[in-house]
């Protein structure tokens, strides 16, 4: 069968030959792969960014946001059937630490956790794939064509859950499912996790001011508006006068992965304000800020500053239920987010 593979760290993307996988124990199941979404993470690892091959391999076979068919099951599955329409997540457990034993390896404290696609497993551009079915969820047929969707707002579910179950438990009379009503909620990056975020937002009632580079009529911007958000031109609006410009910020929601623009950002932000970040910025380039400013603002305001990556299997499933109830509000809004299916011989237009 056919994958797409990278040397890691170098810039090399090929289609290889691959043996099909099969069933090997009763608790597996062997899924045809329908669509693979490409994002950040992937062009990074295309550019000879962070990723590592799985053991005694040189390649790794890229691709981990995921959907397809249920092709054949082990004897003992029964949380799917052939011809349902699945995903497997993209963590595997390192078996050591207490978060991965509770099924959540997106927390995985002895970093020996892997990532299909990304660290140390093949990932899912291929024709199939067989996993466990722990890691595994069925996806109801009507959201179907907008699944592949599925990943990347798991990504922006686990932050905005994360920042509800701290604002909830340390603020008096705040409670996790309220706390975003008519809260006011910066977006800043309106790429994939930031857009979906905006999504899963709005859905809880917050109020979502999105920021990028991009022109007020582009598509991105017109799309938070279609779902009620407004929008502001980071290059038209200075950093520290983002605050005066739309006043108490008590989230921030950061997509950008840049690092300058994320230490700044903090002050716009508001009074017992909590801001996460899910941009995962280059290393070892130094940037100079306000540290004292920043820092003394964070203390006298009481402010939360959380970094949040991957999802647990819950949180896949709170984006599964979360796409359904998008296109019950908004129509085919949330398609909008898919701007492109190629065919996998188009790869390298993709990546690009
Ligand atoms: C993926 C996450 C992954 C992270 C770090 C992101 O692009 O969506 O699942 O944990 O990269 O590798």
Redesign the pocket.
């Given at each position: 069968m056919k994958a797409i593979a990278t040397i890691p760290t170098s810039k090399i993307v090929n289609i290889i030959d691959r043996d099909e996988p099969f069933i090997s124990s009763p608790d597996e199941i062997k899924i045809k792969i329908t669509q693979v979404g490409i994002?950040?993470?992937d062009r990074e690892i295309a550019n000879g960014g962070r990723a590592d091959a799985p053991e005694g391999s040189q390649e790794l076979v890229i691709g981990?946001e995921m959907l397809g068919i249920v092709h054949e099951v082990g004897s003992s599955v029964s949380k799917v059937k052939v011809g349902d329409y699945a995903l497997f997540i993209?963590?595997r457990p390192c078996g050591e630490c207490k978060a991965c034993f509770h099924e959540r390896s997106d927390m995985c404290s002895s970093k020996k956790y892997t990532?299909r696609g990304?660290?140390m497993r093949d990932g899912y551009m291929t024709e199939y794939v067989v996993d466990k079915e722990e890691f595994i969820l069925k996806v109801p047929n009507e959201i179907a064509d907008i699944a592949v969707l599925t990943?990347?707002l798991s990504?922006s579910i686990k932050a905005i859950v994360e920042s509800l179950i701290v604002q909830s438990a340390r603020l008096p009379g705040e409670k996790y499912d309220t706390y975003l009503e008519g809260k006011k909620v910066l977006v800043v990056g309106l790429g994939p996790i930031g857009l979906l975020g905006a999504f899963a937002l709005r859905l809880r009632g917050a109020e979502v001011i999105g920021m990028d580079i991009v022109d007020e009529n582009s598509t991105r911007p017109s799309l938070l508006k279609e779902i009620g958000g407004k929008y502001i031109n980071d290059k038209l609006v200075q950093t520290d006068k983002i605050d005066d410009q739309i006043g108490q910020i008590d989230m921030i929601f950061e997509a950008t992965g840049v690092a300058k623009l994320e230490f700044d950002l903090i002050d716009a932000l508001g009074v017992n304000g909590i801001y996460v970040l899910t941009g995962?910025p280059g290393v070892g380039r130094p940037v100079e800020i306000m540290g004292g400013d920043l820092m003394q603002q964070m203390v006298l305001m009481n402010q939360v500053l959380i970094g949040s990556?991957?999802a647990s299997k819950e949180h896949n499933q709170i984006a599964l239920n979360d796409l359904i109830a998008y296109r019950k509000k908004w129509g085919k809004s949330i398609d909008k987010v898919i701007t492109e299916i190629m065919p996998y011989t188009r790869i390298l237009d993709a990546l690009a």
């Open positions: 994002c950040g993470t981990h993209v963590r990532e990304i660290k990943e990347p990504v995962i990556v991957n």
